[in-house]
């Protein structure tokens, strides 16, 4: 079945440590996206990719990183954690800007704490 | 430049009366609009889009909106909410290239039973 999957789902860690959350979708699309949403808040888009070897920044500024290395995978990384990346992390994709079905397809979300 | 703008941060309406969810939106050029569905601890899902066909677009679960260009608004409606329909909802704008992607900052509808 086509779909994109998040894991963890739930992460609680200590500051300092490295993490890394995962991105998987099976649906084929080329471009992958990663926003953070704080409670009650809108979504921002942290990074963003449009297919292998490509990965962009995105309106926010964040200490992340990631990597697309297969088309499918677009894992997100923190390499220091702190209190201040506590938050949710919601993982998407879509087809190719020149296809009209360009709709994001969104993940269950990680909601990451950092203590 | 482009932006979206949820009049209502919280919208509360009775079950079985109707949901008006409003939504406007600035874009230098023809926009393509969406809206979204957020349930708690869920991922966002996609309920309805617009991409410059008919201005009145239907989506899942009896959700439509209208594109009106001269108010520049994306309003998203349903005749009749259910209990089910309690969820915190996003407008969204975006240029056709799908290079630059606008969220609004989300209502929250509650329905009361």
């Known amino acids: 079945e086509a779909d994109i999957y998040q894991t963890p789902r739930y992460l609680v860690i200590g500051t300092g440590k490295k993490i890394t959350l995962e991105c998987s979708q099976t649906?084929?699309?080329?471009?992958m996206y990663w926003y953070q949403q704080d409670p009650g808040m809108e979504l921002h888009l942290i990074h963003y990719?449009?297919?292998?070897?490509?990965?962009e920044k995105g309106d926010l500024s964040s200490e992340s990183t990631v990597s697309r290395i297969r088309t499918e995978h677009f894992p997100l990384t923190l390499e220091s954690a702190r209190p201040s990346h506590t938050s949710q992390y919601l993982c998407?994709?879509?087809?190719?800007?020149?296809?009209?079905?360009?709709?994001?397809?969104f993940g269950p979300g990680t909601r990451l704490t950092v203590t | 430049a482009q932006s979206v703008t949820q009049l209502d941060s919280h919208v509360s309406v009775s079950e079985g009366t109707p949901v008006l969810l409003r939504c406007n939106y600035s874009?230098?050029?023809?926009?393509?609009l969406f809206w979204y569905v957020q349930h708690p601890n869920k991922g966002l899902q996609l309920l309805l889009k617009?991409?410059?066909?008919?201005?009145l677009v239907k989506g899942i679960n009896g959700f439509e909106a209208e594109f009106k260009k001269s108010e520049t608004s994306f309003h998203l409606t349903k005749p009749s909410a259910h209990m089910s329909d309690a969820a915190e909802y996003f407008c969204?704008?975006?240029?056709?290239?799908?290079?630059?992607?606008?969220f609004g900052t989300g209502t929250k509808l509650q329905v009361i039973p």
């Open positions: 998407a994709s879509s087809e190719l800007a020149t296809s009209h079905r360009y709709e994001q397809y």
């Open positions: 649906m084929g699309h080329d471009k």
């Open positions: 990719s449009y297919g292998v070897n490509s990965t």
């Open positions: 874009s230098s050029y023809s926009p393509s």
């Open positions: 617009y991409t410059s066909a008919a201005t």
């Open positions: 969204v704008v975006s240029d056709r290239g799908y290079q630059k992607v606008t």
